[in-house]
């Protein structure tokens, strides 16, 4: 078995959906300067006692029952994620525990916007060496609880959900190389400025907001992700040409059309949910990689490019037949 192969998708969103218009009325902001600068039109937001391992149990059921596998056979948990439920144990021992997996490794990992596609590289290495024959990894988020609901520059972006993937290992091609990257020089531009040992003391106040210098955001992201994009074609020995979807992270409609036309992919080509979801930070791909395969968009056997970018900043992109 040379290859780690998605065997199930799954994602859940939860009840509430706040539209553009509910936020014209609690901040200065209007339906047409979100959706022009952004895409996003409407975004699920958690419930006050929902948190991210209620909502990965759910995106987990849908993934393993598409995959066929039961809670027995899953023998690695990963979960990327910046808003887990406690600061420990890790999200992925309490879905680990609810789901009635047995006990195995699980941790989770924190890489923002690019979290999913650091745990989904970190289980193909598991799988190809070995170490696992079913990895249960996903992406969630949280995100909303960490907006200050009066700052209108960050408010409008996001959205919560989680999503899930099986993991398998497979004699056919299925997950082609990952590319993993950080640089820390660009901190600054995008964090949350409270963490377990840092500035505890400001949670839940209005200092302890997201702070992000979008339009520097906007600049870098575009750069990088256009980079890597081309780095992994060029790494794989793949040509633009070869490639059937691209599956990017979700933060900005204008992001994402400047991806699809650096690999010349016509927006048909390209799975686009940030008009419905927001930005759902580390959910966001594996959310789009379900809509796209539950709506019979994406086929086994097709050529995917996966991608994201965040705070840190952080980037990485995966490969892979479905
Ligand atoms: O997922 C992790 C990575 N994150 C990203 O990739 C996000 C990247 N950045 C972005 O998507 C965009 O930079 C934003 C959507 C955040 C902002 O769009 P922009 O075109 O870069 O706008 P801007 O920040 O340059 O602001 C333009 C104007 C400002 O007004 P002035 O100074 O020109 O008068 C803002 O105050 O838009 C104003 N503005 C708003 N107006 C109405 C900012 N937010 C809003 C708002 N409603 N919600």
């Not at 006692?49 to 990965?56: E, G, H, K």
Request: net charge negative.
């Amino acid at each position: 078995m040379s290859y780690s192969r998605v065997a199930g998708t799954g994602r859940y969103l939860p009840e509430r959906i706040m539209t553009n218009a509910d936020l014209e009325k609690i901040v200065d902001t209007s339906d047409e300067w979100i959706r022009t600068r952004t895409g996003v039109e409407r975004r699920h937001i958690c419930a006050p006692d929902q948190t991210v391992s209620q909502m990965c149990i759910e995106a987990a059921k849908i993934a393993m029952d598409a995959a066929g596998v039961t809670a027995d056979d899953i023998d690695m948990v990963i979960t990327g994620t910046t808003t887990p439920d406690l600061i420990f144990p890790n999200v992925s021992t309490i879905i680990q525990h609810e789901l009635g997996i047995p006990a195995c490794t699980a941790f989770s990992l924190e890489a923002a916007c690019t979290g999913f596609i650091y745990a989904l590289s970190t289980a193909d290495k598991f799988i190809k060496a070995g170490e696992s024959k079913c990895a249960l990894v996903m992406g969630a988020e949280c995100i909303t609880k960490l907006v200050d609901w009066k700052d209108r520059n960050t408010c409008v972006l996001f959205g919560d959900g989680a999503g899930a993937v099986v993991l398998k290992p497979s004699d056919e091609q299925g997950i082609v190389s990952c590319h993993l990257g950080a640089d820390g020089q660009y901190k600054d531009l995008l964090y949350y400025p409270v963490g377990a040992s840092n500035n505890l003391a400001a949670a839940g106040t209005p200092a302890a907001n997201i702070m992000m210098t979008g339009n520097e955001v906007f600049k870098v992201a575009v750069q990088t992700l256009g980079r890597i994009a081309s780095e992994t074609l060029e790494k794989a020995g793949v040509s633009k040409e070869e490639l059937d979807w691209l599956v990017p992270h979700q933060a900005n409609i204008r992001i994402i059309q400047a991806m699809a036309k650096r690999l010349n992919l016509p927006m048909e080509k390209v799975i686009v949910t940030v008009q419905d979801h927001g930005n759902t930070s580390a959910a966001s791909v594996p959310m789009a990689l379900d809509v796209g395969v539950r709506d019979g968009r994406l086929k086994r056997g097709q050529l995917i490019l996966m991608e994201a970018f965040g705070g840190g900043f952080t980037w990485g992109s995966v490969l892979m037949r479905l």
